[in-house]
C-alpha cells in the first residue's frame, strides 16, 4: 500500500532536549511538507522540500531544521531553540504536477 | 499574500439534513486549486474534494460538493444528507504552482441525532 508514514504517534520529551520526528513517503513524490497544528487551529507550514537536498523555510521554520537526504524521507528535528514545541505535527507529500497534498497520520509531540 | 477565511468556528446540523460551510481566498495566481478537507478527533487529514481554479464546472464527490464562484472568491463546501460520522474540523485550503498550500482556521462540525 502507497502512503505517508509518521512515527511516533506520540512522543514526549524534557524541555531543552532536541528531537527528531520521522516521515517516510513510498508515493514517489518529489514535495515533502511539515505542518503544525495547535488545539484549535490551522495548519501552519514549517518548511517544505520540492526535490532531494533542497528545501525552504515556510512561515514558522525558527527553532525547527530539516534534512531531505532522500526523496523518501523528510524527518524535522524540534530543537531547544522552539520556544512552544509542544503541537501536533503532519507531513504531507505531493507529486509534481498535482495540487493535492497527501497527510500522514501526524505526530502529537510533548515537551514538559 | 494568500489568505484563506473559515468566518464560522463552529457549526450544528441535525442528521439527515444538508449543510454548508464557507470558505473564502485570496490570491493574485491565474492557476490554482482549493481544497476541502476533513479532520476527525484522530487527526488524520482526510482529503474530500478539488476544484481548479479553470474548472467550469463544480466539483462533487458523493455527499460533498465544491459551491465555486470565482469571482466572489468563494469556494463553499456542501455536505448533503448529514451523518453523525461527518462531525469533525473541515478545512478548507488553497495550493498554487508554487508548491505551497495555505489552510484556513476550519470549522468544527457537529452532527445532532
Known amino acids: 500500500d502507497g502512503g505517508i508514514t509518521q512515527s511516533p504517534k506520540y512522543l514526549f520529551r524534557k524541555e531543552g532536549q532536541n528531537v527528531t520526528l520521522s516521515c517516510e513517503q513510498n508515493l514517489n513524490h518529489d514535495a515533502m511538507y511539515w505542518y503544525r497544528q495547535d488545539p484549535g487551529q490551522g495548519l501552519r507550514l514549517i518548511y517544505y522540500s520540492q526535490i532531494v537536498n533542497d528545501f525552504q523555510k515556510g512561515d514558522i521554520a525558527e527553532g525547527y531544521s530539516v534534512s531531505r537526504e532522500k526523496k523518501e524521507s523528510f524527518p524535522l528535528t524540534v530543537t531547544s531553540a522552539q520556544k512552544n514545541p509542544t503541537a501536533f505535527y503532519l507531513c504531507?507529500?505531493?507529486?509534481?504536477?498535482?495540487?493535492?497534498?497527501?497527510f500522514g497520520p501526524g505526530t502529537r509531540l510533548t515537551v514538559t | 499574500a494568500q489568505k484563506i477565511t473559515q468566518t464560522q468556528p463552529g457549526m450544528f446540523v441535525q442528521e439527515k439534513e444538508a449543510v454548508t460551510l464557507d470558505c473564502t481566498y485570496d490570491t493574485s495566481d491565474p492557476s490554482y486549486g482549493l481544497f476541502w478537507y476533513k479532520q476527525p478527533s484522530s487527526g488524520e487529514m482526510i482529503f474530500l474534494i478539488y476544484q481548479g481554479s479553470y474548472d467550469q464546472q463544480n466539483a462533487t464527490e458523493g455527499r460533498y460538493s465544491l459551491n465555486f464562484q470565482k469571482a466572489r472568491k468563494s469556494a463553499n463546501l456542501v455536505i448533503s444528507a448529514s451523518q453523525l460520522g461527518d462531525s469533525a474540523m473541515y478545512f478548507c485550503?488553497?495550493?498554487?504552482?508554487?508548491?505551497?498550500?495555505?489552510f484556513g482556521a476550519g470549522t468544527r462540525l457537529t452532527v445532532k441525532p
Open positions: 485550503a488553497m495550493g498554487r504552482n508554487n508548491n505551497d498550500m495555505r
Open positions: 504531507a507529500s505531493r507529486d509534481r504536477g498535482n495540487f493535492e497534498q497527501y
